[in-house]
Nanobody, 121 residues
Framework: QVLLVESGGGLVQAGGSLRLSCAAS????????MGWYRQGPGKQRDLVAG???????YYGEFVKGRFTISRDNAKNTVYLQMNSLKPDDTAVYYC???????????????WGRGTQVTVSS
């Protein structure tokens, strides 16, 4: 059974930073297109950042240089470094593994359970 387990969420003040981790089991983060999505209260689930099986990265427009996605193949873990956090970044953040090379919500094969990020003003 494939498992994606997120950690690192929490409560932070506006302007602060958090680093989310996604530890994967029975799937290689280096061989798959991985991503982070988020869903705020009453909102749809949006792509935050994605990384291909190579080195290509993708970011949602709202990120605007504040977040960085990376992975450690040896630890089989994907990270999301989030800086300059804003109250609008408050959401549940989900790790995802995609079926193929396309990084979009409709191509996700496996989802993690999510980690809550709350940014206070």
């Amino acid at each position: 059974q494939v498992l994606l387990v997120e950690s690192g969420g929490g409560l932070v003040q506006a302007g602060g930073s958090l680093r989310l981790s996604c530890a994967a089991s029975r799937i290689s983060v280096g061989a798959n297109a991985m991503g982070w999505y988020r869903q705020g209260p009453g909102k749809q689930r949006d792509l935050v950042a994605g990384i291909s099986s190579g080195v290509t990265t993708y970011y949602g427009e709202f990120v605007k240089g504040r977040f960085t996605i990376s992975r450690d193949n040896a630890k089989n873990t994907v990270y999301l470094q989030m800086n300059s956090l804003k109250p609008d970044d408050t959401a549940v953040y989900y790790c995802a593994a995609h079926r193929g090379m396309v990084i979009s919500a409709d191509q996700v094969r496996y989802w993690g359970r999510g980690t809550q990020v709350t940014v206070s003003s």
